[in-house]
């Protein structure tokens, strides 16, 4: 998708290790989301931002932190990755007001040993 | 929180075919979207659709906000419109635009 691209696409890190997960946009966009999508499973949010300098938590938080220094990038870290937090992350991002997702990145799919 | 079930969790149609696939939630909704995830694992909004009926193309789709419901009916299906379909709805009592989404349903088109 032109209009949000999340790096890395791919990345493999052993039980312990720290990461940032960058999602970029183009849009001008308030709201973003950063979800994360197990085997079989919908979509969980982890944290979300309305905007630039304001971050929340949302269902599935713990083990994430997240940085909204300026509106077009919303950074996903994990300090010390675990097992469980292998997966599929994808990043969202909303016009303010509309109440639609408008635009999802391809994906990070993420390995954890 | 509320719930999100949908149904059947997997659909296998000859291209050409209709298809129906139905959301149920648990609570009151102000905000219920459809999302198509391609093969390749690319999400992409359908519809925006928290009552009344919308269409688009071969895809449309019909919420029924006071029985809980939602269905998005795809007509002669083509081999593209595999993959797997999420119903996504924000409950009256959350603020925002903050999504639950239900298991999806893995449809197959085959030619």
């Known amino acids: 998708n032109a209009g949000v691209t999340q790096t890395p696409k791919f990345r493999v890190l052993k039980t312990g290790q720290s990461m940032t997960l960058l999602c970029a946009q183009d849009?001008?966009?308030?709201?973003m989301y950063w979800y994360r999508q197990d085997p079989g499973m919908g979509l969980r949010l982890i944290h979300y931002?309305?905007?630039?300098?304001?971050?929340a938590k949302g269902e599935v938080p713990d083990g994430y932190n997240v940085s909204r220094l300026k509106k077009q990038n919303f950074l996903l870290g994990l300090e010390s990755a675990a097992p469980s937090q292998t997966s599929v992350y994808f990043c969202?991002?909303?016009?303010?007001?509309?109440?639609?997702?408008?635009?999802f990145g391809a994906g990070t799919r993420l390995s954890v040993l | 929180g509320i719930q999100v079930e949908q149904s059947p969790p997997d659909l296998i149609l000859q291209e050409g075919a209709n298809s129906t696939l139905r959301c149920n939630f648990s609570?009151?909704?102000?905000?219920l979207q459809w999302f198509h995830q391609n093969p390749w694992g690319q999400l992409i909004n359908l519809f925006y659709?928290?009552?009344g009926t919308k269409q688009n193309g071969r895809l449309s789709a019909t919420t029924v906000a006071t029985e809980r419901y939602s269905l998005l009916y795809i007509s002669s299906s083509q081999t593209t419109d595999s993959g797997v379909y999420f119903c996504?709805?924000?409950?009256?009592?959350?603020?925002?635009?903050?999504?639950?989404f239900g298991e999806g349903t893995q449809l197959t088109v085959n030619p």
């Open positions: 849009m001008n966009h308030e709201y």
């Open positions: 969202a991002t909303e016009r303010a007001g509309t109440g639609i997702i408008q635009y």
């Open positions: 659709i928290p009552s």
């Open positions: 996504a709805v924000v409950g009256m009592e959350t603020s925002g635009s903050r999504l639950t």
């Open positions: 609570d009151s909704v102000n905000n």
């Open positions: 931002s309305v905007g630039e300098g304001t971050t």
